[in-house]
C-alpha cells in the first residue's frame, strides 16, 4: 500500500495571514513589530522561506492601509508606516520575491499613486517610505515595467524629483535612475517632462550641502547622460532649457564634466542653445577656452542659428573657429568646415570669412597639401586596333617592341574632341547622359570666325553651355566604366577628402558676392583652384564653377590682367604634359581639362578683346617696366582674338617683333642662364618660357600642327617596290639599320640618328639623309623635349632638310610640346652663341610666317596696313 503524501503544516501560516487580513489592528501591529525586528538577513530569509507568501499578504495589508481615512484611525498609518518598512527590507533582501508583484491583480502601481497622492494627510516620511520600496521593487524586470506602464505613478515620481524636501528629491531621483535602464522607462519619464525637474533640482544644488549638493549633482549628470544616449537628446534639451538649471549645466561644461553630453545636447535642442546664450555662453567659453574639441564643438553649435552665428561673429568666436581649422586635427577640421557651410546662410559671416585673410590662407594650404598626396594619373584607353608593322607582317617576324613598329602603330588622328568621345562609354550615349560637343576653343575659331570645317550635324551650343558640359565632365571622369580606369581606382585611397570639398563649397558661396570677389582675386588663390582643377584625381563642380565667376567678373578686368590669369590658364591646364607617354595624344580627363582651360581664355578674351579691356592692355604697354611690357605683349598674342584689333595691336605695338627681339636679347647674353630665371609672378614660368608658348598660339591648333602632322599621314606606310626602287630585302635592313631594330645589324636608339645625320650630311650620303628627312618621314614623331637638342643642332648644322620638315617638327616641339626644364637645355645649344642664336631667329621667324594663320594675316601684312 503506497504511504499517503505528508501535509504541508499550514496551521501557523493560515494563522499569520488570517490575522494580518482582519480588522484586530493590535495584533496586525504586533506581528509587523516582530518582522521588523528581523535584521539579520539569514533570519529574514528563512522567515521569507517559512512563509513563501508573506510578501503578496502585506501587500494586501498596503492596499488595505491604503483605504483608510487616517484621520478617523490613526493606528493604521503606522500599521502603514510598518508594512512600507517590512517590504522594503523583504525586496532589497529577497529580490525573488518581487516576481510576486507583477501576478494579477498587479496593483502595486495603483496603490503607490493612491499613497502619493494622498496628499497632506500621509506623512512626508511615510511618502519616503513609498519610495524606497519602489526602488526595491524596480530591481524585478517585469515589476519595474509594471511601474513604467502607470503613467500617473511615472508623474509623480518625475515631480519628486523637483520637491523642496531634499531627501524626498533624493528618493525620487534613484527611482527614476532604476526606470531609466531601458528604452520604455526613459520614454515614460520624458513624457512626464523629467528634464524640467532634473534641471530645478540640478540649480538646487548650489544650496545644499557641499557633499550631499556634489552627489545629487553627479547623479543627475549621469541620468541626463543616460537620456542622450538612448537617443532623447532633442526632448531632454527642450526639457532643460525650461529649467532653471541652465547656468549649472553651463558651469559644468566648463568645469569639463559630461562636456560631451552637454555638447550632444546642445546640437540637438535649439531651445537649450538658447538658454546658454543667456548666460553668456560663447563670452565665457572664448574667455575661459576650455577644453580645446570641446570648446569647438560648443561653439559649432551655435552656427545652426542665425541669432548664434551674430553672436560667434560679435564675440570674437569665429577667430577661434578659424584658428582651430589651422591648428586641430583632420576630425574636428572637418567638422568645423562642415559647420561653417552654415555661414552660407549669414552674408555678413562670409564678409568676414573673406576680410580674414587668414581663412582664405588655410583653404589655399589645404588644397595645396591634398593636392601633394592626391595626384590624377593619366591613362589611355586602347580602342584601337593594334595591326603588326607592315614590314614584319610581310616577313613574317613579329617584333612589336621595335623603334619602327612603335612609330607605325602611334595613334597620329587622335585630337582632344576625339579622345573626348572615344573615353565616354556607349552606355552614356545611348541614355543621352552627354551631349555631343559641337564647339571647342582648341579646335574652332572663337565666336564669329566661322570655320567651313564645322560639321552642319551638330545643333551648335553656347560656350556658356559648353564650359557647363566641361564642368559635368570633370567632376564625373568619362572613363569609369573603363577596365584600366577600374583597375587603377581600386589601388588608389578616397578620391575627395571631406575637408577639401567643404572648404570648395564655401569658396563657391564667397565668389557670388561682389565685395567678396575683390579679395578672392589673387594670384593664389585663382591658381591653387587651377591646380586644383588640374591635378586632382577627381572633384566637385564648385572649383570651376568658383574660377568661371572669376573670369567673368567684369569689374575687375584691370586687375585680373595684370594678374596674369591668361598665364596661369595656359601654364597650368593648357601646357600640362599628359603622362600617357604619347606626344600627340592625351587620355580623357586632359583633353577635357584642357579645352575647360581655352574657354576660360575665351571667356576672359570676351572681357579684354573690348574697348575698355583694349584700353587697360595699352595702358600696361606705357609701363616703364620692360617686364611690364613684355606682359601686355604676352597677353595680346593669348587674349586678343578679334581680326581688327588684332591688326591695330600689331601695328601700334608690335607684340611679336618685340617678344622675338626679347627673346633673341637673352640668348646672345652672356649671362644668359641668369636672365632665364627672370619670372614675372611668384612660383610661376619663366619669362623665357611664357614668350614660346604665347608664339605657339601663333600657330593653328587644327591641320598639322593640331594633330601631330595627321592630315598627311592617316594611313600606314606600304612598301612599293618599283616606286622605292629596290628589293624589299633591302630596303627592310635599311629601316632596321636607321630605326635599331633587327637581329643582324647594330642596336641603336633615337638619339644615335641625329649622328647618323650629321655624317651623311657630312659625307654627302644624300640617299640616308633623304629618306630621313622626306616628307612621309617618321622621323618627326621621334622628336621630343627628351631629344629636341640633339635634333636642333642638326637642324642649324646641316642643308639638306629640303623639306623643312626637319624645321617643323622641332619648332613645333620647341614651341608647344616641351617643359620649362628641357626648353633651357635646349635653348643651351644656341645661348651665348650669336650665330647660332641669328640662325634659330631666322628659322623661328620663317616657321611663323609660313603658319601663322590663326590671326588670319601675317603680322608683317598688318604692320604694313
Known amino acids: 500500500m503506497a504511504s499517503k503524501p505528508k501535509r504541508r503544516r499550514t496551521e501557523e501560516l493560515d494563522r499569520t495571514e488570517t490575522i494580518l487580513l482582519g480588522n484586530d489592528l493590535k495584533q496586525i501591529k504586533n506581528i509587523l ?6 535584521k539579520k538577513v539569514d533570519a529574514l530569509k528563512l522567515k521569507a522561506k517559512e512563509f513563501p507568501r508573506i510578501g503578496v499578504t502585506l501587500m494586501t495589508v498596503l492596499w488595505k492601509c491604503s483605504l483608510q481615512n487616517f484621520d478617523d484611525e490613526p493606528q493604521w498609518l503606522q500599521i502603514l508606516n510598518d508594512v512600507l518598512c517590512v517590504l522594503t527590507n523583504i525586496y532589497e533582501i529577497v529580490p525573488s520575491l518581487c516576481s510576486e508583484l507583477a501576478e494579477p491583480p498587479g496593483n502595486f502601481a495603483n496603490i503607490a499613486v493612491r499613497l502619493l497622492e494622498s ?21 524585478d524586470q517585469r515589476c519595474m515595467e509594471l511601474i513604467a506602464e502607470n503613467t500617473h505613478l511615472v508623474d509623480r515620481i518625475a515631480m519628486a524629483i523637483d520637491h523642496e524636501v531634499n531627501e524626498v528629491a533624493k528618493l525620487a531621483l534613484r527611482a527614476a535612475n532604476f526606470l531609466a535602464v531601458n528604452k520604455s522607462g526613459i520614454k515614460r519619464l520624458l513624457l512626464s517632462n523629467v528634464g524640467l525637474y532634473l534641471g530645478n533640482l540640478l540649480y538646487r544644488t548650489k544650496e545644499m550641502a557641499e557633499t550631499f549638493g556634489r552627489e545629487i549633482q553627479q547623479t543627475i549628470l549621469q541620468l541626463i547622460c543616460r537620456f542622450v544616449r538612448y537617443k532623447g537628446t532633442k526632448r531632454i534639451g527642450r526639457q532643460l532649457a525650461g529649467s532653471n538649471g541652465v547656468g549649472v549645466l553651463l558651469d559644468c561644461f566648463l568645469k569639463g564634466q559630461c562636456e560631451s553630453y552637454i555638447v550632444e545636447m546642445c546640437n540637438a535642442s535649439f531651445e537649450l542653445r538658447e538658454q546658454f546664450e543667456t548666460p553668456g555662453c560663447i563670452t565665457k567659453i572664448v574667455e575661459t577656452h576650455p577644453r580645446p574639441e570641446y570648446m569647438l564643438k560648443m561653439l559649432l553649435c551655435f552656427a545652426q542659428d542665425a541669432w548664434g552665428r551674430a553672436a560667434l561673429r560679435g564675440h570674437g568666436a569665429l577667430d577661434i573657429l578659424i584658428d582651430g581649422l589651422e591648428k586641430a586635427d583632420s576630425v574636428h577640421q572637418i567638422l568645423i568646415v562642415n559647420t561653417l557651410r552654415y555661414f552660407v546662410h549669414d552674408g555678413s559671416g562670409l564678409s568676414y570669412l573673406t576680410f580674414s585673410t587668414k581663412f582664405l590662407d588655410i583653404v589655399v594650404d589645404h588644397i595645396n597639401l591634398y593636392l601633394n598626396k592626391n595626384r590624377r594619373i593619366c591613362s589611355m584607353m586602347l580602342n584601337r586596333a593594334v595591326n603588326e608593322c607592315s614590314i614584319h607582317s610581310k616577313i613574317g617576324h613579329r617584333k612589336t617592341e621595335c623603334l619602327c613598329c612603335k612609330m607605325m602603330l602611334m595613334p597620329f588622328h587622335s585630337t582632344n574632341f576625339d579622345v573626348l568621345n572615344h573615353a565616354v562609354d556607349s552606355d552614356a550615349f545611348s541614355s543621352g547622359k552627354l551631349v555631343e560637343f559641337s564647339w571647342s576653343p582648341s579646335q574652332s575659331p572663337p565666336p564669329g570666325m566661322r570655320s567651313p570645317q564645322m560639321s552642319p550635324k551638330r545643333v551648335p551650343l553656347s560656350p556658356t553651355s559648353l564650359m557647363d558640359e566641361y564642368i559635368e565632365c570633370m567632376e564625373r571622369p568619362t572613363s569609369t566604366n573603363h577596365i584600366s580606369y577600374l583597375s587603377r581606382a581600386s589601388h588608389t585611397p578616397h578620391r575627395n577628402t571631406e575637408l577639401v570639398v567643404g572648404e570648395l563649397y564655401i569658396l563657391a558661396w564667397l565668389s557670388h558676392s561682389e565685395s567678396n570677389m575683390r579679395r578672392m582675386i589673387t ?3 585663382v591658381s591653387t583652384l587651377l591646380q586644383y582643377i588640374s591635378e586632382a584625381p577627381s572633384m566637385v563642380s564648385k572649383a570651376p564653377r568658383t574660377i568661371r565667376r572669376i573670369f567673368r567678373h567684369r569689374l575687375a578686368v584691370e586687375n585680373l590682367s595684370r594678374l596674369e590669369l591668361h598665364t596661369l590658364v595656359v601654364h597650368i591646364l593648357l601646357t600640362r604634359k599628359c603622362e600617357v607617354g604619347k606626344r600627340i ?3 580623357s580627363e586632359c583633353a577635357i581639362r584642357s579645352d575647360f582651360g581655352n574657354a576660360l581664355l575665351e571667356e576672359f578674351s570676351s572681357h579684354i578683346d573690348a574697348p575698355f579691356g583694349l584700353e587697360v592692355l595699352k595702358n600696361i604697354y606705357k609701363s616703364s617696366d620692360e617686364i611690364e611690357q613684355m606682359k601686355a605683349c604676352i597677353a595680346t598674342l593669348h587674349l586678343v ?11 601700334t605695338h608690335n607684340p611679336v617683333e618685340r617678344l622675338l627681339a626679347k627673346l633673341r636679347e637673352m640668348l646672345v647674353d652672356s649671362s644668359y642662364e641668369e636672365n632665364w630665371r627672370i619670372i614675372t609672378y611668384s612660383e610661376g614660368p619663366t619669362l623665357v618660357r611664357q614668350i614660346l608658348v604665347a608664339l605657339s598660339f601663333l600657330v593653328p591648333s587644327d591641320g598639322m600642327f593640331g594633330s601631330g602632322f595627321s592630315e598627311q599621314f592617316r594611313d600606314t606606310f606600304e612598301f612599293d617596290e618599283e616606286e622605292e626602287q629596290c628589293s624589299f630585302r633591302l630596303f627592310s635592313i635599311f629601316l632596321h639599320y636607321l630605326s635599331g631594330c633587327g637581329k643582324s645589324c647594330v642596336k ?7 649622328a647618323l645625320l650629321k655624317l651623311s650630311d657630312r659625307y654627302l650620303c644624300t640617299g640616308i639623309s633623304s629618306k630621313l628627312l622626306a616628307y612621309e ?3 618627326r614623331n621621334l622628336i621630343s623635349g627628351e631629344t629636341l637638342p640633339n635634333y636642333l643642332e642638326v637642324m642649324l648644322s646641316t642643308g639638306s632638310d629640303t623639306c623643312h620638315v626637319l624645321r617643323d617638327a622641332c619648332i613645333s616641339c620647341l614651341l608647344s610640346d616641351c ?11 644656341v645661348a651665348g652663341n650669336p650665330v647660332a642664336v641669328d640662325a634659330l631667329m631666322e628659322i623661328l621667324q620663317t616657321f611663323l610666317l609660313a603658319y601663322c594663320r590663326r590671326r588670319k594675316i601675317k603680322y608683317e601684312e598688318a604692320k604694313a596696313t
Do not use: H, Y
Open 33 to 38: 513589530l516582530n518582522l521588523k525586528e528581523i
Open 119 to 139: 496628499g497632506p494627510k500621509v506623512p512626508m516620511e511615510t511618502k519616503c517610505e513609498v519610495f524606497r520600496l519602489i526602488c526595491s521593487v524596480a530591481t
Open 523 to 525: 594670384s593664389k588663390i
Open 585 to 587: 595624344s592625351q587620355c
Open 641 to 651: 582674338r578679334r581680326v581688327d584689333n588684332w591688326k591695330r595691336m600689331l601695328a
Open 748 to 754: 641603336i636608339t633615337e638619339n644615335d640618328i641625329p
Open 777 to 779: 618621314s617618321p622621323l
Open 819 to 829: 617643359t620649362e626644364e628641357q626648353m633651357f637645355t635646349t635653348l643651351k645649344v
